[in-house]
């Protein structure tokens, strides 16, 4: 085991709670009221967090990059009417105290996992911090990226796997399932499964939670819309607010099923 683990079981919230945790929002935010009718639905069925890109790290330049300030505003006023903790992410230090303002909880995307100025900034935050995988990082590297946030005095950190690339596919990036008994195995933070990101397919995104969740992830992030097709990022992978409603309650069978065999 890697981290000062008295610290994380003194100070992480997600441990002390046990609470499940349940991210879901759309990719981007779009508009307010794109983002108020997918909060109602998912915090009715039992999210606990609202998440929604505001600087969105894209492949190319000429796509959609975020809504910016204006989407962290929107992110913070629908957060408050739907009384859902909210999770945006941070690209770089130059906006950390925009997110931090806006938000509950930071997001340090899979593509600045080794952005080790962040990484410092984020552990000097007072909030809590989801760190996703690098999508070409081991999980030694990904332990030693949280251990940045740690040792500057965070120990709010939630470990996301989001999918790692390998040589298949069909599939955008493949999902480590491994990663959560493994991680358990390392460290004492939480880990929660991101099959969105992981598949790229919305398709196969219920299919992997389930299997998340019976693996023994602490929570799920999931990215959901109110009309997929047209999102302004994303679009193939993310879920409908049926298919989020399906989920959670197969979700809920499967972690039933966990608590009963708990012997
Ligand atoms: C996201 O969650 O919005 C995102 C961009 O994910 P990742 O960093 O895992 O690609
Ligand atoms: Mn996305």
């Not at 441990?15 to 108020?36: H, N, R, T, W």
């Not at 959609?64 to 929107?74: E, H, M, R, V, W």
Request: hydrophobic share 40%; charged share 25%; with cysteine.
């Amino acid at each position: 085991m890697i981290g000062n683990n008295d610290k994380i079981l003194k100070e992480n919230i997600f441990v002390k709670s046990k609470d499940f945790i349940m991210i879901a929002g759309p990719c981007a935010v779009e508009s307010y009221e794109q983002l108020y009718d997918v909060a109602k639905v998912v915090k009715k069925s039992g999210a606990n967090y609202l998440r929604g890109g505001a600087f969105k790290p894209r492949t190319s330049p000429y796509d959609f990059q975020g809504l910016g300030l204006d989407g962290l505003k929107i992110l913070h006023e629908v957060g408050e009417k739907t009384a859902l903790k909210t999770v945006s992410e941070v690209t770089s230090v130059k906006y950390l105290e925009q997110v931090l303002k806006y938000c509950d909880v930071i997001q340090v995307g899979s593509r600045n996992m080794q952005n080790y100025e962040l990484l410092k900034e984020v552990g000097k935050a007072k909030k809590p911090v989801v760190l996703k995988r690098g999508m070409s990082s081991t999980i030694n590297e990904w332990l030693l990226a949280a251990e940045y946030i740690l040792s500057n005095g965070n120990y709010n950190v939630i470990l996301c796997e989001r999918g790692i690339r390998t040589f298949e596919d069909s599939v955008r990036n493949t999902l480590d399932i491994s990663a959560v008994p493994v991680v358990k195995s390392l460290s004492l933070l939480p880990i929660i499964v991101d099959p969105t990101h992981a598949c790229g397919n919305k398709d196969y995104v219920e299919s992997l939670s389930l299997a998340a969740v019976a693996v023994g992830a602490d929570g799920l992030m999931l990215e959901v819309h109110t009309n997929p097709e047209k999102a302004r990022s994303d679009k193939k992978q993310q879920i409908n607010l049926e298919e989020y409603k399906r989920l959670v309650e197969k979700v809920k069978k499967i972690k039933m099923a966990m608590n009963k065999f708990d012997l």
